[in-house]
């Protein structure tokens, strides 16, 4: 049986990496895509888990080979996520979840219509400017920078499937934790899965 | 804003109604439609709450008058459900709960086809046989009788949108809730629930 391809995005600042990482924690059925990227690692990350570190030359070339599911560039740092690692677990019946940006998210839905896209909003521009503040790495201008593109982002929002408002943490985990379990109740799913029972119960 | 209708399925035995039940438990935003029947109350049930008891003339006229979203006779009772207080209760932004047949819920999904159908199976035959045996109320040929129509009712599992294997009750019921909160969770829902913290992030 083939496994499911969540796609969830958001405007950084809406607290999608917390939400996701306590996501995979829950439900160790869910695989996380590493994306390749040409940015520096920060203080912490780990190669091969937060992502890829490659540089420029290398992620040019695997660009160009058309080993990209989707990829973009973002304050001049590429991003990628490896099309041969998600097909290979979704057809192994592993569940794929891809953390994107919605330029991303769409060009893996051209790809693969039957992905779930899941969206995750802040509840209000005020706390999405208070996060970005937050973080303290960032100038002023940056912040700006970076609020003005989330609010582009969050105009993609009815391209995707669901919409999760992250205003209590416990709250969206548990709305997220509930997508996926739903998705996989969905009733194509279920006959594949459960074939044999349907059968023996029907016939 | 509508509210969402359900249509939750199962065949005698399944144990629909002990999930129904947990799941209004929990969720206090969900009530569920009492139908109308002919059947005279077992014991312990309470007009108006378990259904509203009508006799063969009421229940006719009603029909006539076309006052039923869907009806059906089993084993010589009546049942049917009120369109006007499901279509009051949807419109007041309050979400509905039909816990009805197949052949109810294909009557409903014909006048309202964005219901959500979900179906709850027995984890086997050898199960649901049991648990009808169980009950203690029916003779052995009623027992057949059911078990043949549980078995054509299971033939149309592919006519609902989710589809739930009543092994584990808790796991089930964990199941039920997901899809409940995931449905609210839909883009479009979303969207009208949220309408104005969108416009307020976007613009």
């Known amino acids: 049986m083939t496994g499911i391809l969540f796609i969830v995005a958001a405007p950084s600042g809406a607290g999608k990496t917390s939400l996701v990482a306590a996501l995979l924690q829950r439900d160790p059925k869910l695989r996380l895509s590493v994306s390749y990227t040409t940015r520096p690692p920060r203080e912490g990350e780990v190669d091969g888990r937060h992502y890829h570190f490659v540089d420029r030359a290398t992620f040019q070339a695997m660009l160009e080979r058309g080993e990209f599911l989707e990829s973009a ?43 779930v896209g899941i969206f995750v909003l802040p509840p209000s521009l005020k706390v999405l400017r208070e996060r970005l503040e937050r973080r303290g790495t960032e ?15 969050m105009r993609r929002v009815s391209e995707f ?43």
């Open 73 to 115: 560039e973002v304050y001049g740092n590429c991003y990628g996520t490896s099309q041969r690692w998600v097909s290979e677990q979704l057809a192994s019946g592993t569940d794929v979840l891809l953390e994107i940006d919605c330029q991303g998210a769409a060009q893996v839905r051209r790809l693969m219509p039957e992905a």
């Open 139 to 153: 100038q002023p201008e940056a912040i700006a920078r970076r609020l003005a593109a989330a609010q582009g982002e």
């Open 161 to 203: 499937d669901y919409v999760i408002i992250n205003d209590q943490f416990d709250e969206a985990l548990e709305d997220l934790t509930s997508v996926v379990r739903a998705e996989r109740l969905k009733v194509a799913r279920q006959m594949e899965r459960h074939g044999r029972l349907i059968e023996s119960l029907t016939k």
